[in-house]
């Protein structure tokens, strides 16, 4: 019985040092592509005067929507006031946009967390990964995550509920059945170990076309 909790718990580490690099090479992209557009900022700026020396009102207009246009793109969307929950939450949101998924993300942590950044990034990551897999299989116009992070009291409160293709997914033990085949239900369980680690409080519900998770985490 120890044999196979070790490999288990080996395994969980593998798959979070996985977890961990997937998320690092997102927020270096996102942040590689803001650095990009700076980078160009003199360029954009030369161009304009140029415009604006032969009075091309039309020209500088056009201008700026293209950028307007280009900015948004990279712009971050997200600010909770914790960097790294900054960082996870743009970058996962920028992915469910490339894969046409709309997302509703309102998000505060006016406090300094307990949590550890891995701890967030973990919890984070793997909500929004599963809400996307999930996502996937509706048609664009109906894929929609809602995202709710605040403070309630002394508790940081985690809300992910994205539109299921209709059927009400299948419990088994305290977990719902993961899709995503072997290995990949360890992302339900480290949330879990985090949670219970923290001492905090996890609730899951799988309603006809939705699907929340709920968590609260202790930050005294």
Same mark, same amino acid.
């Given at each position: 019985? %120890?044999?196979?909790?070790?490999?288990?718990?080996?395994?969980?580490?593998?798959?979070?040092?996985?977890?961990?690099?997937?998320?690092?090479?997102?927020? &270096?992209? *996102?942040?590689?592509?803001?650095?990009?557009?700076?980078?160009?900022? %003199?360029?954009? !700026?030369?161009? *304009?005067?140029?415009?604006?020396?032969?009075?091309?009102?039309?020209?500088?207009?056009?201008?700026?929507?293209?950028? &307007?246009?280009?900015?948004?793109?990279?712009?971050?969307?997200?600010?909770?006031?914790?960097?790294?929950?900054?960082? #996870?939450?743009?970058?996962?949101?920028?992915?469910?946009?490339?894969?046409?998924?709309?997302?509703?993300?309102?998000?505060?942590? $006016?406090?300094?967390?307990?949590?550890?950044? !891995?701890?967030?990034?973990? !919890? #984070?990551?793997?909500?929004? &990964?599963?809400? #996307?897999?999930?996502?996937?299989?509706? $048609? $664009?116009?109906?894929?929609? #995550?809602?995202?709710?992070?605040? *403070?309630?009291?002394?508790?940081?409160?985690?809300?992910?509920?994205?539109?299921?293709?209709?059927?009400? *997914?299948?419990?088994?033990?305290?977990?719902? %059945?993961?899709?995503?085949?072997?290995?990949?239900?360890?992302?339900?369980?480290?949330?879990?170990?985090?949670?219970? %680690?923290?001492?905090?409080?996890?609730?899951?519900?799988?309603?006809?076309?939705?699907?929340?998770?709920?968590?609260?985490? $202790?930050?005294?």
């Amino acid at each position: 019985m %120890r044999l196979f909790s070790k490999k288990i718990e080996k395994q969980i580490a593998v798959y979070q040092q996985e977890l961990m690099e997937t998320h690092y090479r997102e927020v &270096d992209n *996102m942040y590689r592509q803001i650095r990009g557009w700076r980078h160009d900022y %003199r360029n954009h !700026i030369q161009t *304009m005067k140029a415009y604006a020396a032969d009075n091309d009102l039309d020209a500088i207009k056009n201008y700026l929507d293209l950028l &307007d246009e280009d900015l948004t793109t990279v712009d971050t969307v997200i600010k909770t006031g914790n960097p790294m929950t900054d960082a #996870i939450l743009n970058s996962k949101i920028s992915l469910a946009k490339a894969k046409e998924i709309e997302v509703v993300a309102d998000a505060h942590i $006016p406090v300094k967390l307990k949590s550890s950044e !891995i701890d967030l990034c973990c !919890i #984070i990551g793997n909500l929004f &990964d599963n809400a #996307i897999e999930a996502s996937m299989k509706l $048609p $664009p116009n109906q894929r929609l #995550i809602r995202v709710y992070m605040d *403070m309630k009291n002394t508790q940081l409160y985690i809300s992910f509920t994205n539109f299921t293709a209709g059927k009400k *997914m299948k419990k088994e033990g305290a977990l719902f %059945r993961s899709t995503k085949g072997d290995g990949h239900g360890f992302g339900l369980v480290r949330i879990d170990a985090i949670v219970e %680690r923290l001492e905090g409080y996890i609730s899951r519900n799988s309603e006809d076309g939705a699907f929340t998770t709920e968590i609260l985490l $202790p930050q005294m």
